[in-house]
């Protein structure tokens, strides 16, 4: 049998959640922050692209519709990561993950052969992500989706421990998606606070999690990272040799840091055949799934057809294009 096309990077544009930080303290200040970190010139243009596809995002047929078009049979849907609100105190950030889990769940519902869907956990309070994941779950998620740091937190924080113990326990999916950078207004022109910015992230937050023993000590836990992984596949022979080289690298993880590429998922979406050809060349095809990043500018409108560009086998082709997120959506 052959595997249904599968995109695993697609989202969902949730008012709700929107409507519920709307006017509260830190709102404006975090709106602020990202306004600087982007730039007005990345404002101007982001503002009528994402009001142009709030159809895609927030009614379903219009995303199965356009799902037809691509030729993609199933997305695993998430939140859009502007609806993280790492700044919101704790019942308020209880209350949107809650929101975003049920939102999500009921968008999903309405297609339920074609989408499955992610919440959300606060990572700005590490004493409520468990049961934010467990809450996601029960609405018949698939896992949750979460961005590459909090506010003064690395994903390498002790105090992550029970929620990297239960996602691993429950078989959850966590999606590695960023939302900013921390280079702040260095990226704010020319939209390097995406184009240079996600990649670094992803890169950063990866390698805290390999470096500092997280896969290691949970080596069961099914971790998608968005855009490829970033920088990371392509320059792991970097990170290989500092971990040979000193003792301060080379003290958190045991093995080398290549290696553990073999035990993330990581999406197709990298904009370049040959970049899709060398991370399937140091994390295996059977870890690469297909990416769109559904509807946004920053994807790809045509996800298998850049697949194909790749010049993949055609058992590689099958396995990104669908096999290997059929194996871990547990889709018969």
Same mark, same amino acid.
């Given at each position: 049998m052959t595997?249904?096309?599968i995109d695993v990077h697609a989202h969902v544009l949730l008012p %709700?959640?929107?409507?519920?930080v709307a006017? =509260?303290?830190?709102?404006? %200040?975090?709106?602020? =922050?990202?306004?600087?970190?982007n730039g007005p010139d990345a404002l101007a243009v982001s503002g009528p692209m994402v009001r142009d596809r709030i159809p895609q995002m927030t009614d379903v047929a219009t995303? =199965?519709?356009a799902m037809d078009t691509q030729g993609v049979d199933v997305q695993l849907v998430s939140p859009s990561p502007s609806h993280y609100h790492y700044w919101a105190d704790e019942d308020t950030a209880e209350k949107l993950c809650r929101l975003a889990n049920e939102a999500t769940a009921a968008h999903c519902s309405r297609a339920p052969e074609r989408l499955r869907g992610l919440g959300l956990v606060p990572l700005q309070h590490p004493d409520l992500t468990v049961r934010a994941l467990d809450h996601a779950l029960e609405q018949g998620l698939e896992g949750v989706e979460i961005s590459s740091h909090a506010p003064g937190r690395e994903l390498s924080d002790?105090?992550? %421990?029970p929620f990297w113990t239960r996602a691993e326990e429950a078989g959850a999916l966590v999606f =590695?998606?960023?939302f900013g950078c921390t280079l702040d207004e260095r990226l704010d022109r020319w939209y390097l606070s995406n184009t240079v910015g996600q990649p670094t992230e992803n890169a950063v937050a990866l390698s805290h999690l390999i470096f500092s023993g997280v896969l290691d000590r949970h080596p069961g836990l099914k971790l998608i990272a968005a855009h490829g992984g970033g920088y990371l596949p392509t320059h792991i022979g970097r990170s290989d040799h500092a971990w040979s080289a000193r003792t301060d690298a080379g003290a958190g993880c045991a093995h080398l840091p290549s290696s553990y590429l073999e035990r993330i998922y990581f999406d197709s979406l990298v904009h370049d055949p040959g970049v899709l050809d060398a991370l399937i060349r140091v994390a295996g095809a059977d870890r690469v799934l297909l990416g769109s990043d559904f509807p946004f500018d920053m994807g790809s409108e045509d996800p298998v057809g850049a697949l194909r560009a790749a010049g993949l086998s055609g058992t590689d082709f099958d396995a990104v294009r669908g096999g290997n997120a059929a194996a871990l959506l547990r889709l018969a």
């Amino acid at each position: 049998m052959t595997a249904p096309t599968i995109d695993v990077h697609a989202h969902v544009l949730l008012p %709700e959640v929107e409507a519920l930080v709307a006017g =509260l303290p830190g709102h404006a %200040e975090a709106r602020e =922050l990202d306004a600087r970190r982007n730039g007005p010139d990345a404002l101007a243009v982001s503002g009528p692209m994402v009001r142009d596809r709030i159809p895609q995002m927030t009614d379903v047929a219009t995303r =199965l519709a356009a799902m037809d078009t691509q030729g993609v049979d199933v997305q695993l849907v998430s939140p859009s990561p502007s609806h993280y609100h790492y700044w919101a105190d704790e019942d308020t950030a209880e209350k949107l993950c809650r929101l975003a889990n049920e939102a999500t769940a009921a968008h999903c519902s309405r297609a339920p052969e074609r989408l499955r869907g992610l919440g959300l956990v606060p990572l700005q309070h590490p004493d409520l992500t468990v049961r934010a994941l467990d809450h996601a779950l029960e609405q018949g998620l698939e896992g949750v989706e979460i961005s590459s740091h909090a506010p003064g937190r690395e994903l390498s924080d002790p105090a992550y %421990e029970p929620f990297w113990t239960r996602a691993e326990e429950a078989g959850a999916l966590v999606f =590695l998606h960023p939302f900013g950078c921390t280079l702040d207004e260095r990226l704010d022109r020319w939209y390097l606070s995406n184009t240079v910015g996600q990649p670094t992230e992803n890169a950063v937050a990866l390698s805290h999690l390999i470096f500092s023993g997280v896969l290691d000590r949970h080596p069961g836990l099914k971790l998608i990272a968005a855009h490829g992984g970033g920088y990371l596949p392509t320059h792991i022979g970097r990170s290989d040799h500092a971990w040979s080289a000193r003792t301060d690298a080379g003290a958190g993880c045991a093995h080398l840091p290549s290696s553990y590429l073999e035990r993330i998922y990581f999406d197709s979406l990298v904009h370049d055949p040959g970049v899709l050809d060398a991370l399937i060349r140091v994390a295996g095809a059977d870890r690469v799934l297909l990416g769109s990043d559904f509807p946004f500018d920053m994807g790809s409108e045509d996800p298998v057809g850049a697949l194909r560009a790749a010049g993949l086998s055609g058992t590689d082709f099958d396995a990104v294009r669908g096999g290997n997120a059929a194996a871990l959506l547990r889709l018969a």
